[in-house]
């Protein structure tokens, strides 16, 4: 027996898939996504629930400045003991005032000369 067969009667033992011919492995394409046949019995008893409509928030906008340590502390015990939110509190307060300014500070329009005065002060 020569070295060759040697080898090959030692592979055979080893592996005994050697000599039968196992099918060939086609590829699989990872770019697009397999065909699945589904059957349609599933889906077709399914209920369908009505779509609801979500309640949108206000739309808000991100907005910082800087205020005193002592302010800040004092907002947010406030915001906790009421149980709101510190920007919550921070909303309602500059609402607030600005209402108050632009309704003491409104420029009226009068006379024929067209002057301008402002409501609530004294000339």
């Known amino acids: 027996m020569t070295k060759q067969d040697k080898l090959k009667e030692m592979l055979k033992k080893r592996n005994p898939l050697l000599?039968?011919?196992?099918?060939?492995?086609?590829p699989v394409d990872m770019?697009?996504?397999p065909q699945v046949h589904k059957?349609?019995?599933?889906e077709v008893d399914k209920d369908t629930k009505p779509?609801?409509?979500?309640?949108?928030?206000?739309?808000?906008?991100?907005?910082?400045?800087?205020?005193?340590?002592e302010v800040v502390?004092?907002?947010?015990?406030?915001a906790l003991e009421?149980?709101?939110k510190d920007y919550e509190v921070m909303q309602e307060a500059v609402e607030m005032y600005l209402k108050v300014k632009t309704?003491?500070?409104?420029?009226?329009?009068t006379g024929n000369n067209r002057?301008?005065?402002?409501?609530n002060k004294n000339d």
């Open 19 to 26: 000599e039968t011919k196992r099918e060939a492995v086609t």
């Open 31 to 33: 770019y697009t996504k």
């Open 39 to 42: 059957t349609t019995s599933g």
């Open 51 to 69: 779509q609801t409509v979500k309640p949108t928030k206000p739309r808000v906008v991100k907005y910082t400045t800087h205020l005193k340590p």
């Open 73 to 78: 502390k004092e907002l947010k015990r406030y």
């Open 82 to 84: 009421n149980d709101l």
């Open 103 to 109: 309704t003491l500070h409104k420029p009226v329009i």
């Open 115 to 119: 002057k301008i005065k402002e409501d």
